[in-house]
């Protein structure tokens, strides 16, 4: 009897269906995955991309990435495929693709990695991006779709669109958006697309505008201008903000710089050369914490603050003990001993320690930028140093306003005779005066470490700014010296663009010499019988 030929076909497929399903499970098993990326043509390659970024797989991610970067290989002699950590020397540190686990150094030769091209390279840029959408970290797919903005192409562009609807967040819902209308205007000449781009200031956006207002099209070109025309108009806001920004972030360094030589200059009528070498050496205050206190610059940059102060200020007394109390009513031979005093102090730092400049290492949380939009973003340690400049000040208001102190400092400002048959003691109120601004000017070299190179020379950028800044403000006045170091410090911002560094600070000081020469006391004088006689 024969067994029908149809009930063969059926048993055969039965015998055969476990072994097919296996088959099928172990194709999208994770050797599977990596084989096939391995082993695949240029055409193929992007079917295998998309299976691989939608297998699932935690390792995935990792895969694409090390594929390009050309960091994916094979070993030869196992078939095995491996992550390239490091690529430098004659053996290589690999990793295992699948596990992730490190499998120590082998010989680049018996390593062949697998070919990756520029086309497979954008198109990995995008296909990564639309995985890290999925992401549930809000900055991995605020950064994802910021990404790509003009790397959406025809593989892409129904999932990104797909995904705007899905987005709960706003913000990225936007980004996205401006990332489809791209590629429509760009691809597609899209006219409705130009009104999504209209408010946007990434750069990615203003060239996608640009080239449609290059179309042949009317109805294309007329949008475009009038959406470019309206980003023009931001751009300008936002240059000017800019401006403003970088010019209060130099004022609040001239008003550190200055605010201590107010004192000592308004007090005792010192003119001190050596002003910038005490900022110098809070600079290095902070450079010599760090090396005390290695791999913790935020822990060093805070007791920076003190300890430049201190440092700055027994420098300040030494230096008015020694020399300054022997020369009082001399005010030439004191300004040629302090210069003097200068050249000592930045000579002895190139002995002791070194003629070199010093990078002092900024803490993270003064590191970046804090972004605003496309076309703003502000650096953050000149915000902190801006903000510590405010501090500073409104500390020093209040011990001029709210202690003995300050009242002393300011009856002998005014008539230091007087002052001294009321039972003031001067001299004690000189020295204390000349720590107090010394101190400052250390606090004022902790804060210039955050925005320069520390060396010996740092102070003599400052020391004549300084002069400025108190002459134009008024000697001795607080008031004068926040209003006229920031205002000094944004003029010369507005003036470099155009005029150049050198001209704008000439084109500054002959401001200041017609100013004088109009009001020869500065802008917040000194009242009092003593002041006006």
């Known amino acids: 009897m024969s067994i029908p030929r149809w009930l063969t076909l059926l048993l055969i497929v039965?015998?055969?269906?476990?072994?097919?399903?296996?088959?099928?499970?172990?194709?999208?098993?994770?050797?599977?995955?990596?084989?096939?990326?391995?082993?695949?043509?240029?055409?193929?390659?992007?079917s295998v991309i998309k299976t691989i970024a939608t297998s699932g797989h935690e390792r995935a991610r990792d895969w694409l990435d090390a594929y390009g970067n050309n960091r994916l290989s094979r070993v030869e002699d196992t078939g095995q495929i491996v992550i390239v950590l490091n690529n430098r020397g004659r053996d290589w540190e690999v990793a295992d693709a699948v596990t992730g686990e490190n499998l120590g150094e082998m010989s680049r030769r018996g390593l062949d990695r697998i070919a990756v091209n520029n086309a497979i390279r954008r198109q990995l840029e995008g296909v990564m991006a639309m995985m890290d959408l999925y992401d549930s970290n809000l900055d991995v797919r605020e950064a994802a779709a910021l990404d790509l903005l003009g790397k959406v192409d025809d593989a892409i562009v129904d999932d990104v669109t797909a995904r705007i609807d899905e987005e709960p967040n706003a913000d990225i819902r936007n980004r996205l958006e401006q990332a489809v209308a791209i590629y429509q205007v760009e691809e597609q000449g899209s006219v409705a697309a130009v009104d999504v781009l209209a408010g946007s200031l990434h750069p990615r956006a203003r060239a996608a505008l640009n080239s449609a207002v290059a179309s042949e099209d009317p109805a294309l070109r007329a949008p475009a201008e009038k959406a470019l025309g309206s980003i023009e108009q931001?751009?300008?806001?936002?240059?000017?903000?800019?401006?403003?920004?970088?010019g209060l972030s130099l004022g609040s360094v001239l008003v550190l710089a200055a605010i201590g030589l107010a004192i000592t200059f308004g007090v005792m009528g010192v003119i001190n050369m050596a002003h910038g070498e005490l900022i110098m050496l809070g600079a290095y205050t902070t450079w010599g914490m760090q090396q005390l206190l290695p791999g913790q610059p935020g822990l060093a940059l805070?007791?920076?603050?003190?300890?430049?102060?201190?440092?700055?200020?027994?420098?300040?007394?030494?230096?008015?003990?020694?020399?300054?109390?022997?020369?009082?009513?001399r005010p030439l031979e004191t300004l040629l001993a302090t210069f003097g005093i200068s050249l000592i102090l930045q000579q002895l730092v190139r002995t002791v320690i070194s003629p070199q400049n010093r990078t002092v290492v900024s803490p993270?949380?003064?590191?970046?930028?804090?972004?605003?939009?496309?076309?703003?973003?502000?650096t953050l340690n000149r915000l902190?140093?801006?903000?510590?400049?405010?501090?500073?000040?409104?500390?020093?208001?209040?011990?001029?306003?709210?202690?003995?102190?300050?009242?002393?400092?300011?009856?002998?400002t005014q008539n230091r005779a007087?002052?001294?048959?009321?039972?003031?003691?001067?001299?004690?109120?000189?020295?204390?005066?000349?720590?107090?601004?010394?101190?400052?000017?250390?606090l004022a070299g902790v804060a210039l470490s955050q925005l320069t190179n520390v060396g010996p020379n740092l102070g003599q950028n400052y020391i004549i700014d300084s002069f400025m800044v108190v002459v134009f403000g008024g000697v001795g006045n607080l008031w004068g010296t926040l209003v006229a170091g920031l205002s000094l410090g944004t003029i010369n911002q507005l003036l470099e663009p155009w005029a150049g560094a050198v001209l704008a600070k000439i084109i500054v000081l002959v401001f200041i010499i017609l100013f004088i020469q109009k009001r020869p006391k500065g802008l917040f004088p000194q009242k009092g019988r003593a002041a006006e006689a």
């Open 418 to 442: 007087m002052a001294r048959s009321m039972g003031i003691k001067a001299t004690r109120v000189d020295i204390m005066t000349f720590a107090l601004g010394s101190g400052v000017a250390g």
């Open 364 to 378: 993270e949380w003064m590191s970046g930028s804090l972004v605003i939009n496309d076309a703003l973003s502000l």
């Open 234 to 246: 931001k751009l300008k806001m936002n240059k000017a903000a800019e401006t403003l920004y970088f």
């Open 14 to 46: 039965l015998l055969t269906l476990p072994a097919a399903t296996a088959t099928a499970q172990q194709d999208t098993s994770a050797e599977a995955l990596l084989e096939q990326l391995a082993d695949a043509s240029p055409r193929e390659t992007e």
């Open 302 to 329: 805070i007791l920076s603050i003190p300890a430049g102060f201190l440092v700055a200020a027994l420098a300040g007394i030494a230096i008015e003990r020694s020399v300054i109390q022997f020369l009082k009513g």
């Open 384 to 412: 902190y140093v801006l903000a510590f400049a405010l501090v500073v000040f409104a500390a020093l208001m209040l011990i001029m306003r709210r202690t003995r102190l300050g009242l002393e400092v300011r009856a002998v």
